[in-house]
């Protein structure tokens, strides 16, 4: 049963005498009310905290209903918050709350920081992580809701103080409490994972935030200027093959003039009419030539209004991306405002989005990379002696498994066996089957089966492993990381075809997951050594982790130290986690994001 007792303080001598009479050792709950989203521009509007589970305290700073003598003044919230950042923290999403106090105060925690949300989410990362959800499975209690207390169009500085205090302690007294009862209820290995892994790695994302990589405002202005022109002219050209003109950006004409006025043929169809996503036209890439330009046009509007416009709007030469700690079941992370991971990779419009950002006069970027990390992982978990004394060898693996599949063909074209092969090695770890290889290769599906049986006759042990791995998960209900992180699945209501997707997203969340443990633990390796937890907003020293995408990391580096920085981070990717074969990083640098391979 959940209860709680709020106060509000807004006098200086009451508020001394709570902080005060908490014991050092004593962790508090801490939670901040903003006028916004945005950590770099928000107002700390007022802040809540909580150090014994009944009692919840709210400080207001900022509320424009009210008179500066309700209040707290600037000063006094500083020497506050000193004393609450001198205790171990607990918030539910607590990066925010850290940030928003760095920006508004310039304190950060001098302890340790523990998060009731990331607990949530090892345990489970299916469930909403909410804190509304999570109070009303755990305790059957329906908490306050925001909307219900914040005026319309307007924000938290609005509520009336009374209100506002019992909405906030609320939030501190239900944090408190959460964090305890999921401690009660965590195996110990989660446990173990959270303490050693995820609670220190909000510092590693924090500071990354906090750095931002900085970019070229008349580079992007440029470009513009020149996807303008090619949107312009793909769409004229689009119109000519369609024989009419419409609005590219419309679903309902496109589908129109592609399955109506064209004729052109679709299984994929909903209620709303026929579908025209990316998955539908490539299906049709070879049944008119429109099609190509609408996939063009689509990625070139796509990353014009993503990125280039956004950017040009902004008042600043860095960005500052926001990676979502809880945003993926497999643990990897995820990027928003901007989405920087999602920039294209392999294709021209993408390498032009990246060549505008670039590192400030004096400094190099630099990207360490994992090589084939997820086929380094397989040979780890299968022992597999092919694939073991492939990467012990550095010998090319997709090479060596194009010898062993093909044999006598590989001298007639070695480059396209390669290439089947590398499909193969990577298609398997994702669940791919005999029709998706088909369809990637652009073969019969007769003739991909041939291919992926081929594959394990040579490949056993691998065989073995990924089938071991399914009957596992189907039994327990759940997939482990290299570390013990764990993704559930719910196979009781589902029917077949739902099982067997279940089980091909569990064996890649085996292969994801595990990359992802050993990204986190660099990246918290690399962040108390050469970062050594300076004060954000000062000299932080010769090196900046900017940005991770997926297994890679990208650092801003002063150019004279590069080369002996970046061996030393090098160094501990490689040697982060022991395994059956080598990790091996990639290394790279140079002016422009674009510059990195």
């Known amino acids: 049963m959940f209860s709680y007792e709020y106060k509000l303080i807004n006098d200086e001598k009451t508020l001394f005498e709570i902080l005060n009479n908490i014991n050092m050792e004593s962790p508090i709950c801490f939670d901040c009310e903003s006028n916004g989203l945005e950590v770099r521009s928000v107002d700390m509007v007022g802040f809540s905290f909580c150090a014994d589970g009944v009692h919840g305290y709210y400080v207001p700073l900022l509320h424009m209903a009210i008179g500066e003598d309700s209040c707290i003044r600037r000063e006094v919230a500083k020497r506050a918050l000193e004393i609450i950042f001198s205790h171990d923290l607990i918030g539910h999403n607590i990066k925010f709350d850290l940030s928003v106090t760095l920006h508004n105060f310039g304190i950060y925690p001098k302890r340790s920081c523990f998060d009731s949300m990331i607990l949530a989410w090892l345990m489970n990362p299916n469930q909403s992580l909410k804190l509304d959800s999570l109070m009303q499975t755990h305790f059957s209690h329906k908490m306050i ?192 405002s901007p989405n920087l991971q999602n920039i294209p990779v392999r294709s021209e419009m993408g390498k032009s989005i990246r060549g505008g950002f670039v590192a400030e006069s004096g400094n190099v970027l630099v990207s360490l990379d994992y090589s084939q990390i997820e086929l380094r992982l397989l040979a780890h978990f299968s022992e597999d002696s092919v694939l073991l004394e492939s990467f012990a060898n550095n010998i090319d693996i997709h090479a060596k498994t194009a010898g062993l599949i093909f044999k006598d063909k590989l001298d007639e074209n070695f480059s396209h066996y390669r290439n ?61 990381t290299l570390i013990g992180r764990r993704r559930y699945f719910e196979f009781d209501m589902s029917n077949e075809f739902m099982i067997q997707a279940h089980l091909r997203e569990g064996v890649n969340s085996i292969f994801q997951g595990s990359a992802a443990d050993l990204i986190k633990l660099s990246m918290n390796r690399i962040f108390s050594e050469i970062e050594q937890m300076q004060r954000f907003g000062e000299s932080r020293g010769e090196a900046k982790m900017l940005l991770q995408i997926h297994d890679e990391l990208i650092f801003e580096i002063k150019e004279e130290s590069a080369d002996s920085i970046s061996s030393r981070i090098k160094e501990i990717m490689e040697n982060v986690y022991e395994l059956r074969v080598p990790l091996v990083c990639n290394v790279s640098k140079g002016y422009t994001w674009a510059d990195l391979k």
């Open 145 to 336: 809701a925001f909307s219900e207390i914040v005026p319309k169009n307007s924000d938290f500085s609005y509520v009336p103080l009374d209100e506002a205090c019992k909405y906030a302690a609320e939030d501190a007294v239900a944090t408190f409490q959460l964090y305890h009862k999921l401690l009660s209820l965590c195996d110990e290995s989660i446990l173990n994972i959270a303490k050693s892994l995820e609670f220190p790695f909000i510092h590693s994302l924090c500071s990354m935030e906090d750095c931002g990589i900085a970019i070229d405002l008349n580079y992007f202005s440029t470009l513009r200027e020149s996807i303008s022109n090619k949107l312009m002219a793909l769409q004229e050209q689009i119109h000519k093959a369609a024989g009419v003109e419409f609005n590219v950006n419309s679903t309902k004409q496109l589908a129109q003039v592609l399955f109506e006025n064209l004729g052109l043929q679709t299984q994929k169809r909903g209620k709303s009419g026929y579908s025209t996503d990316e998955s539908t036209l490539k299906a049709l890439k070879d049944s008119h030539p429109i099609i190509p330009l609408l996939l063009e046009y689509r990625e070139a509007f796509k990353l014009f209004s993503t990125y280039i416009e956004p950017f040009l709007k902004i008042d600043s030469k860095r960005i500052y991306t926001s990676f979502s700690h809880t945003g993926t079941n497999t643990g990897r992370l995820s990027s928003k």
């Open 420 to 480: 089947i092969a590398k499909s193969i090695n990577f298609g398997l770890i994702y669940g791919m089957g005999a029709k998706k290889l088909a369809q990637t290769l652009d073969i019969s599906q007769k003739e991909a089966g041939a291919y992926i049986k081929a594959y394990f006759a040579n490949f056993p042990s691998v065989k073995d492993f990924l089938e071991r791995k399914k009957q596992e998960i189907l039994e327990r209900g759940y997939m482990e």
